[in-house]
């Protein structure tokens, strides 16, 4: 119940923001039944025993994050004004609190939704915060994120709505962030968090709230974005390897925003991680290649015989020995890809197998 998401993890919130934070889980815990708690294998008791759990509180803050949980099973509104006065003093993160409460939390699984009681204390836990966006709002932008996400496509649409900081959000046109989609918050908000689920799955939910994290936060906590970026590389790199070629479209995408990419309008415009295709069968590192969005891939003998260079007729009896551009850097997707390769066991010249890479770039496809 006391998970935090990768990306709050990644942008290591100072302790105010991670007391506030769980200081509104526990008053969202507070409000469900005992049966209900049960169904996430949760008693009052044993809430109450990690209200501090992975926290470095004092005394006074685990006193008062008691309280909160105390008065909250009691349905005593003293409850807001308690949260209210741990609001962090840092603007930049007060909103994102809500985000984390909506986008990643254990206690809203497709079977809760942000309606009846557990919607009321999500809607006065905001209001006791001074949050700037409300629950539905958090809802539906994230779903429509994680949706197109999840179909690998990254319009307009999903940017406008992750690049906005939370507080302009509320104030943008709903045409502008739903990409025309009619409807209001109000009206579609009741089913937002049941749609996401339905259409991603946890890496897409993780991508999506990484991306509005490290938006959000550019400007005030650039190391954040920093942060971000890196492990989003390391991300594509597992993509690439693993062939996942719509993932790491989808991953690609949103490193190049955060890079400083003012638009993206298709896949091939984007620029992409190179893989690391050093020591793999040549025709796995085609592929790996491909799947990354590199479609011109060429190929050359880092160990011609008589300066022949021989064909790898069964490619994957073949391996790469070096490759042009060097992985983990970023290339446009129409780039071209040099794989120099040999029989395994073959002692390559090194100057010589880097010499007919760049022969080999210079000559056309």
């Given at each position: 119940m006391l998970e935090t998401s990768v990306a709050f993890d990644l942008a290591?919130?100072?302790?105010s923001v991670r007391l506030a934070q769980r200081a509104m889980l526990l008053a969202l815990a507070s409000s469900l039944t005992a049966d209900q708690l049960q169904g996430f294998g949760l008693t009052g008791a044993s809430?109450?025993?990690?209200?501090?759990?992975?926290?470095d509180a004092s005394?006074?803050?685990?006193?008062?994050l008691g309280l909160i949980w105390k008065l909250g099973q009691e349905s005593d509104d003293r409850w807001r004004s308690l949260l209210s006065r741990l609001r962090p003093e840092e603007p930049e993160w007060v909103d994102l609190i809500g985000v984390e409460m909506v986008a990643y939390n254990p206690l809203f699984p497709e079977s809760l939704s942000l309606t009846g009681r557990v919607g009321l204390r999500t809607a006065g836990a905001f209001d006791a915060l001074g949050l700037e966006i409300t629950p539905l709002e958090v809802a539906d932008s994230y779903s429509e994120m994680c949706a197109e996400i999840a179909r690998h496509k990254t319009s307009t649409m999903s940017m406008n709505a992750i690049r906005v900081s939370s507080t302009a959000l509320r104030m943008l046109d709903v045409a502008t962030v739903t990409g025309g989609i009619a409807g209001s918050w109000i009206d579609k908000g009741s089913g937002a968090l049941i749609g996401f689920f339905e259409a991603a799955d946890d890496r897409d939910r993780d991508l999506a709230l990484a991306w509005w994290y490290a938006t959000a936060l550019?400007?005030?906590?650039?190391?954040?974005?920093t942060r971000v970026l890196r492990h989003l590389k390391v991300t594509a790199q597992e993509h690439a390897r693993k062939g996942e070629r719509d993932r790491l479209r989808a991953t690609n995408a949103v490193i190049a925003d955060l890079a400083g990419t003012d638009s993206l309008h298709e896949d091939r415009d984007a620029s992409s991680l190179v893989p690391d295709a050093i020591n793999l069968p040549l025709d796995a590192a085609i592929n790996l290649a491909g799947a990354a969005g590199f479609t011109d891939v060429r190929l050359v003998d880092a160990y011609p015989t008589n300066g022949v260079q021989r064909e790898p007729m069964m490619r994957s009896r073949w391996v790469v020995r070096y490759q042009k551009p060097s992985a983990g850097e970023s290339a446009a997707a129409d780039s071209a890809v040099v794989l120099a390769y040999s029989r395994p066991g073959e002692r390559v010249r090194d100057h010589i197998a880097h010499q007919l890479m760049e022969e080999r770039l210079r000559k056309p496809s």
């Open positions: 290591d919130p100072p302790h809430v109450g025993n990690a209200l501090a759990e992975g926290l005394a006074s803050e685990i006193e008062t550019h400007d005030a906590q650039p190391s954040v974005t």
